[in-house]
């Protein structure tokens, strides 16, 4: 697509759900990104996938998430037992490639959590 | 290690120049990164520059780069009230994958 795009675009749960994240990333686009953005904060890194491996998740914060990528497409991030400091807005990037840093990367909009 | 960091708030009336600073830890940084966040929305990329130039310039954008003090800053010229967002320095860390390690973000207020 035109570009990245995230689903949904909001999200209130009870606490202790699981919740889904969908990343659609720019078509072509082999490096895809998870970021955490709390209210009033910076953002924080989860995990990055190049293509379908992920050789670095050691921002996810717990073993209740858990993220995977199909191919060079489609990415979930997953949030189990969803706790209240899990709301948040999560943030989807993609990049054409590692090591084109000077691309820098395309983010979606983001999906806005609510644990209740 | 990876830290980055930004003023939290920066207020200035429409017309001025806005200067926002950042400064960042790794030294082996490749690329630097000058993102804008409008309410509601996600991070738009508004420029970047290598770490062996001293300074960018695009339009209203001017990067100036000091590798020795590991001091990035934005100047925007002529501010306008669809300047006011958060602005996100970031950099690539070098050590950890191609991941951007993003600053804590600076609001940018412009008043009439």
């Known amino acids: 697509g035109a570009g990245v795009s995230q689903s949904p675009s909001n999200k209130v749960t009870e606490k202790g759900k699981d919740v889904e994240l969908r990343c659609d990333p720019i078509?072509?686009?082999?490096?895809l990104y998870w970021y955490r953005q709390r209210l009033g904060q910076g953002l924080e890194f989860l995990i990055y996938f190049q293509g379908n491996s992920a050789p670095d998740k050691s921002g996810l914060p717990s073993d209740r998430f858990s993220a995977e990528r199909t191919g060079e497409s489609v990415s979930t991030l997953t949030i189990q037992r969803t706790q209240q400091e899990d709301s948040a807005v999560y943030l989807c990037?993609?990049?054409?490639?590692?090591?084109?840093?000077?691309?820098?990367?395309?983010f979606g909009s983001g999906t806005r959590l609510t644990v209740v | 290690g990876e830290d980055v960091e930004q003023s939290l708030f920066l207020s200035v009336r429409e017309g001025d120049s806005s200067v926002i600073n950042c400064t960042y830890t790794?030294?082996?940084?490749?690329?630097l990164y000058w993102y804008k966040q409008e309410p509601g929305a996600g991070l738009q990329l508004l420029t970047y520059?290598?770490?062996?130039?001293d300074m960018k310039q695009d339009q209203r954008l001017t990067v100036l780069l000091n590798k020795k003090d590991k001091h990035l800053s934005l100047r925007i010229a002529d501010t306008q009230t669809g300047d006011s967002a958060i602005y996100f320095c970031?950099?690539?860390?070098?050590?950890?994958?191609?991941?951007?390690?993003f600053g804590t973000g600076t609001q940018l207020k412009v008043e009439l």
């Open positions: 790794d030294s082996s940084s490749t690329y």
């Open positions: 970031a950099e690539i860390f070098t050590g950890g994958g191609n991941k951007l390690t």
């Open positions: 520059i290598f770490s062996n130039m």
């Open positions: 990037a993609s990049s054409l490639a590692l090591g084109r840093a000077n691309y820098g990367y395309t």
């Open positions: 078509s072509g686009h082999t490096a």
